[in-house]
T-cell receptor
Framework: SQTIHQWPATLVQPVGSPLSLECTVEGTSNPNLYWYRQAAGRGLQLLFYSVGIGQISSEVPQNLSASRPQDRQFILSSKKLLLSDSGFYLC?????????????FGSGTRLTVV | GENVEQHPSTLSVQEGDSAVIKCTYSDSASNYFPWYKQELGKGPQLIIDIRSNVGEKKDQRIAVTLNKTAKHFSLHITETQPEDSAVYFCAARTGRLSGSARQLTFGSGTQLTVLP
């Protein structure tokens, strides 16, 4: 069966510090991978998605970047965090494009920038 | 692109009553409609989905209906229980070959509170 791992679960970082959130998927190959952010009490904002190694699409220009160094690894980064980067970050995966399936989400990372 | 609207944004019901959450979509080529439940501090979990060749699907106390002509779909929860309290998201996936990731478009979410 497929599983998705996301860590850390919570993170408190000072303004201006770097960020690295990691997401890995097990039990499948060539998944589509997604990073979402959820502000308190708000909906799901798509940040990045990837259909393959090294292929990253950005939905919203911002202080964050994403990388996919391996088939089942997706990393969200920032060189200098802003207060506005606080939120709940979710990684998700789905089967490749031709299949008609939903997403499976990770357990999320609560990021607080202070 | 696809646009999904979800109503209401908040919903309170008494335990044992039914809850209905409605979504509309804009792309007539959308053919897959999942519903997610997000408990506090957790990631959304798929609870039920429906494909465009089906009008209704049930799973115990949960059902989803789809009206392709009107381009809307609804989540129905019967005999609600306190553990049903959560945020619910609808989503739609287009069948168009527009972009290789075939992204889901999510609604804005409904906070359901079941009062004991």
């Amino acid at each position: 069966s497929q599983t998705i791992h996301q860590w850390p679960a919570t993170l408190v970082q000072p303004v201006g510090s770097p960020l690295s959130l990691e997401c890995t998927v097990e039990g499948t190959s060539n998944p589509n991978l997604y990073w979402y952010r959820q502000a308190a009490g708000r909906g799901l904002q798509l940040l990045f998605y990837s259909v393959g190694i090294g292929q990253i699409s950005s939905e919203v220009p911002q202080n964050l970047s994403a990388s996919r160094p391996q088939d089942r690894q997706f990393i969200l980064s920032s060189k200098k965090l802003l207060l506005s980067d606080s939120g709940f970050y979710l990684c998700a995966w789905s089967r490749p494009a031709k299949a008609n399936y939903g997403y499976t989400f990770g357990s999320g990372t609560r990021l607080t920038v202070v | 692109g696809e646009n999904v609207e979800q109503h209401p944004s908040t919903l309170s019901v008494q335990e044992g009553d039914s809850a209905v959450i409605k979504c509309t979509y804009s792309d007539s080529a959308s053919n897959y409609f999942p519903w997610y439940k997000q408990e506090l501090g957790k990631g959304p979990q798929l609870i039920i989905d429906i494909r465009s060749n089906v009008g209704e699907k049930k799973d115990q106390r949960i059902a989803v209906t789809l009206n392709k002509t009107a381009k809307h779909f609804s989540l129905h929860i019967t005999e609600t229980q306190p553990e049903d309290s959560a945020v619910y998201f609808c989503a739609a996936r287009t069948g168009r070959l527009s972009g290789s990731a075939r992204q889901l478009t999510f609604g804005s979410g409904t906070q359901l509170t079941v009062l004991p």
